[in-house]
Structure formats: structure tokens, C-alpha cells
């Protein structure tokens, strides 16, 4: 477990943006034989990763004709990112403009030392990522003195006002900031993105937990990554990081997006399945969407359904909701759990309490777009969407282990 979670801190520390984890995902499956099919109008590769902006897909072929195996995660994070004309200068404070990424837990974010990273496109069309680990920016916190009943109340924040970071008290502007940290004046525009500076780390006198920012979900995209470089499988194996999973998926790099239905048919085409055979091979594949799941709350216990509720280092969470939040039917429960049974990966069942609202995932759009039955799972974690959150240190071993069974049966 020592080796798995040092390589899991490893991508989880480099990688503050969706960008740079599609470039960590790169580093490690280079290492494994895989490369980069830069077109599809060249022979497609049997071991190969597509990119595209901050979303990746990566596939092993298997034998002709064999059904897919698919797993599902997303690169994205909720976080602050800075705007196109972020400077402010206001009463002797240097600050930056922020745009709200996604479903923030927004008080998690005060007094916390915040780097800044992204990309940089130039004017020549060519661009670099950049990650600045130093501790640039944060949001401070109106004192207790200036607002004696926050405490009773609780922190109650405007999502414009009061959460613009500062970053010093005679900052240079940002874009001349940006320069410097690329060396390059021809700047055509940016992403940038802040982000907790503390690197992951084990936590509690056990050693039993992992506290680091980008659980949800990075910890899946590894843990998926793991499986295909690693496992044994006849299956035609995909796994797709997708993009903007927090706010909704429609985009180009979204799981609503064409990038897997793509190259589902580049791989189809790639073993001259037929029109007809295609219907019959895919109903014969299964998508295993993995995104983090709410774990139960110690101090918030009356929150899940007791017979329901996952719990950290007990294996990943199987989602069920009959609402179709979440696409695991009861054909798909049952493969899984075969799965996990064969390869003696715990696993445990996770249903939102009637009067909470469930979340969604990938999964459901995947299987509608490809017409593959999809089953939705997910590491126990708490504190999700907050700038830094907490799982169990045992449950990355439990994933791997349950993912590299979906890809061999």
C-alpha cells in the first residue's frame, strides 16, 4: 500500500488543474508502452491515449470483435479560477478576480495558501502549462470582532464580494506576473486556476486516511489508470477522463461530448465491426463510471439512510437511485459484485435518503450516448468540494483491485 499511495500523492500533487492531469496520466502511461494517437486518420494504436484541452481517453485493444470494457472518471475539480481582467487595486490591497468553478465549498476556501497554475496559449498557436506551488493568494476572513454573531449564524458569503483573494499590497498586474512565470511576453490568453499549495498526506495516528485537495476525483482517474496499465484483459479496454463532470458535462471535452463515442468507433472500425454487429457488441459491454461518494459523516450521522451509508477503508461504494441519477440497474449491481467476490475487493451499496437530493455522474449520460449498460461506483470521502478533503488510505488498493476485475471478466 506504501508504493500505491506514494504514487497516487505523487498525481494528485501534480496535477492542480485538469491540464496537468492529463499531463501526469501522460508520464505514467509512457512509462507502461502506451502512445499518443496524434490522428485518427493513421492506424490506430494497439496500447494509445487521445487528447484533447484537459480531458484524455486511453484504450488497449483487445481481441477482434471482443465487447468493451469501459471506466469513466473526470479530471475537474470545484475550485476558484482567475478571470480574464482579474487586477484590483482597492483600499492598499492587490487582489485578484475569481470566477466560481462548480458546486465550491466556499468557506473551506478562507485563509488558505493558494498557488496558482493553468496554461498559456501564445500567439504562434503553441502553449505551455505553468504551476506556481509558492504561497501567491488567499481569501481572508472578516474577524470575529467585525461580525461577533458568524459563529451562531454561520459564515455567510457573497459569491462576488467576499471571495476575491489578495496577493500582495504592490502587485504587478497579472498578465505581467504570468509573463515572468513563462518567460514569454506573446501571451493570447490563459487558463488559470488557485489552488491549495498543501501536498496530500496521510492523516491520523493510525495512518489510516488521506487529506489532499482533488479527491473528488482525481483519486478515480488514478486508481483508473492503474487498472488498464496493469491488468490482463481479451476485452477492448477504454478508460475516458472527461472534463467539466462539475458543471454539467455539455461540453466538447464533457461526457456529453463526442470524444469516446469517437473513438469507440475508431476502434470498432479498427476490427471491421459491422453496423449490425456493433448493437450486438455493445449491449454485450459495461462502463464502470467511478466518481467519490459521500461517506458517513461522524458528526452528521442522520444524513444518510443507516442501511445505506459507506463507510472510509470498507471498499468502494456501489450507487444505486431509482431516479436514474445514478445508471447502476440490478443486472449491473449483480455483475459487479460477482466481480468483487472474484477478486475479494470489498464493496458496499450507497442509496440517498429520500429526502435528500442525489447527485449525478457520468455514468447515466455515458450509457445514454453509447448505449452501453453503465454501473456507477465511488471511494467514500468526506468533505467533498471542499479545497482540501478526506478519504480512507486503505480504499485506493480497494479500487484498483475492483477496477482491474471490471477489465478482465
Known amino acids: 500500500m506504501v508504493n500505491s499511495l506514494s504514487s497516487l500523492f505523487r498525481f494528485l500533487d501534480e496535477s492542480p488543474t485538469p491540464f496537468h492531469v492529463v499531463a501526469s496520466s501522460v508520464s505514467l502511461l509512457e512509462q507502461k508502452g502506451f502512445a499518443h494517437q496524434k490522428s485518427f486518420s493513421d492506424e490506430l494504436l494497439t496500447k494509445g491515449y487521445f487528447i484533447r484541452d484537459g480531458a484524455i481517453i486511453v484504450w488497449s485493444l483487445g481481441a477482434k470483435k471482443a465487447p468493451l470494457r469501459v471506466i469513466g472518471a473526470h479530471t475537474d475539480s470545484p475550485n476558484l479560477r482567475v478571470q480574464p481582467n482579474p487586477n484590483i487595486h482597492n483600499a492598499g490591497w492587490s487582489q485578484l478576480g475569481i470566477e466560481i468553478y462548480g458546486g465550491v465549498l466556499l468557506n473551506s476556501w478562507l485563509d488558505r495558501d493558494l498557488g496558482i497554475a493553468g496554461r498559456v496559449l501564445f500567439t504562434d498557436g503553441t502553449s505551455t502549462l505553468f504551476a506556481d506551488h509558492s504561497a501567491i493568494a488567499r481569501v481572508p476572513q472578516l474577524a470575529i470582532h467585525l461580525d461577533r454573531e458568524v459563529n451562531e449564524r454561520g459564515v455567510q458569503l457573497d459569491k462576488h464580494q467576499h471571495t476575491v483573494p489578495v496577493w500582495g499590497t504592490n502587485a504587478p498586474s497579472f498578465q505581467e506576473w504570468l509573463s515572468g512565470k513563462v518567460n514569454r511576453t506573446d501571451i493570447a490568453f490563459y487558463d488559470a486556476h488557485l489552488f491549495d499549495i498543501n501536498p496530500a498526506t496521510l492523516l491520523g495516528v493510525d495512518n489510516s486516511l488521506i487529506a489532499s485537495a482533488r479527491l473528488d ?89 443507516p442501511r445505506h451509508g459507506p463507510r472510509v477503508n470498507e471498499g468502494a461504494a456501489l450507487k444505486l437511485n431509482g431516479n436514474q441519477r445514478y445508471a447502476t440497474t440490478a443486472r449491473g449491481a449483480a455483475h459487479i459484485r460477482n466481480i468483487a467476490k472474484a477478486v475479494d475487493a470489498p464493496l458496499q451499496v450507497f442509496v440517498s435518503r429520500n429526502n435528500m437530493p442525489c447527485g449525478s455522474t457520468i455514468g447515466p449520460i455515458t450509457s445514454t450516448r453509447l448505449g452501453i449498460e453503465a454501473i456507477d461506483i465511488g471511494a467514500p470521502q468526506l468533505s467533498m468540494h471542499s479545497a482540501r478533503e478526506l478519504s480512507g488510505a486503505q480504499d485506493p488498493d480497494h479500487l484498483v483491485s475492483l477496477m482491474s476485475g471490471f477489465i478482465a471478466r
Open 217 to 305: 476525483n482525481q483519486l478515480s482517474c488514478w486508481s483508473a489508470l492503474q487498472a488498464i496499465t496493469s491488468a490482463e484483459s481479451e476485452y477492448n479496454v477504454i478508460v475516458v477522463l472527461n472534463d467539466h463532470e462539475e458543471v454539467g458535462s455539455e461540453s466538447m471535452t464533457g461526457a456529453a461530448g463526442p470524444m469516446l463515442e469517437s473513438v469507440v468507433e475508431a476502434i470498432l472500425n479498427h476490427h471491421s465491426v459491422s453496423p449490425m454487429e456493433k448493437h450486438d457488441l455493445l449491449a454485450a459491454s459495461w462502463c464502470l463510471s467511478a466518481d467519490n461518494a459521500h461517506a458517513v459523516h461522524p458528526n452528521y450521522q442522520e444524513r444518510h439512510d
